[in-house]
């Protein structure tokens, strides 16, 4: 599987942590200001829909059918389609070596597919802030299959070209839209505690989330406030603008990976957790899913539905994560 070979990748990274739950290799679409609201398409079409560049930069093809072979040998650069991003199976595997090299400026990694360095939808140069997020990334298009490039198993490329093309673009929008669903996180909507049938969930919100809201009241100064209503409440000012600055000091791909935690957790709170190192994956998982997992051991777990479920919320989550934790410098 992916996750293997990029779990075996990323063995010297320092934070094992970060990785550990990233075993399981389905993935949904990130509900998220910053990603394609599009269902996958897959194209029963086997050629490629890939872009070659010549050396001299003088010479665009779109390769299909019997093109591919002359076209693509003399090309320096690969330029993946539009249609990447939305999750659709993109053409035939077309290499048989994937590498990282330095940048040429010295400032990044990029990730080599045979002799050609891979290009981002827009035709950017796929540049990468650290060598351990251009291995991981390298793996995900190894493990890709001869009969096509499937992007649904490339979690962290469809991450970097987020943070590449479309926070640079989007950024205000992202942050607004991030701060327009905080007053309804998921960690300050409260089951009512004199109701039998929600009481066991309020015990555990109190047990598990309690320690989460007091951090974040010794972390940003404000105490956050937690509510019953279907509605939602309201919190404090102060709280809302410290939050909302933080975003505003991310880098693109701090802020990718947050907003992704932030669609796939419903909370921001857990998501701004995760990125200061209060939680870790399994942890946030757990804080997501206490009141679902209440209604599974009373009632059972309902295969192809709650399974399928928790899998693919933890390769978001997990996928994520890693993302974080890769590109940082540091």
Same mark, same amino acid.
């Given at each position: ?171 205000? /929008?992202?942050? %607004?839209? +991030? &701060? $327009? @669903? ?58 809302? /603008?410290?939050? %909302?600055? +933080? &975003? $505003? @000091? ?81």
């Amino acid at each position: 599987m992916a996750a293997s070979l990029i779990s075996k990748t990323l063995q010297s990274i320092r934070n094992p942590n970060a990785i550990s739950s990233f075993t399981t290799f389905r993935t949904r679409h990130l509900c998220s200001v910053a990603t394609v609201h599009q269902s996958p398409q897959y194209d029963d079409d086997p050629t490629s829909s890939f872009t070659f560049s010549c050396p001299s930069d003088k010479i665009n093809e779109s390769i299909k059918g019997q093109k591919q072979e002359t076209a693509s040998s003399l090309s320096s650069s690969v330029t993946m389609p539009m249609s990447f991003m939305t999750g659709s199976i993109v053409g035939k595997r077309f290499y048989e070596k994937v590498s990282t090299r330095e940048a040429d400026d010295g400032n990044g990694w990029t990730v080599m597919l045979d002799y050609r360095t891979l290009k981002t939808p827009s035709k950017r140069p796929l540049k990468l802030p650290t060598l351990g997020l251009a291995k991981a990334i390298g793996a995900e298009w190894d493990y890709q299959q001869t009969d096509g490039i499937r992007p649904f198993m490339m979690p962290l490329m469809k991450l970097a070209c987020t943070a590449l093309e479309r926070v640079p673009l989007t950024r205000p /929008k992202i942050i %607004e839209h +991030l &701060m $327009k @669903k905080f007053n309804q996180d998921l960690v300050f909507c409260r089951a009512p505690a004199d109701n039998d049938l929600t009481s066991g969930v309020h015990e555990r919100q109190v047990q598990k989330i309690d320690p989460l809201l007091k951090w974040v009241e010794s972390e940003f100064g404000f105490k956050p406030v937690v509510y019953s209503s279907f509605f939602g409440g309201k919190q404090e000012d102060g709280l809302i /603008k410290t939050v %909302e600055n +933080l &975003m $505003k @000091k991310t880098d693109d791909y701090e802020l990718a990976a947050i907003d992704a935690i932030a669609a796939a957790a419903h909370s921001l709170v857990i998501a701004i957790g995760i990125f200061r190192g209060k939680l870790q994956i399994e942890e946030a998982i757990e804080l997501i899913r206490l009141e679902e997992d209440l209604q599974v051991d009373k009632w059972g777990l309902v295969e192809g539905g709650h399974d399928i479920d928790i899998a693919d919320l933890r390769v978001q989550i997990s996928s994520a994560t890693v993302f974080l934790g890769l590109s940082r410098r540091n």
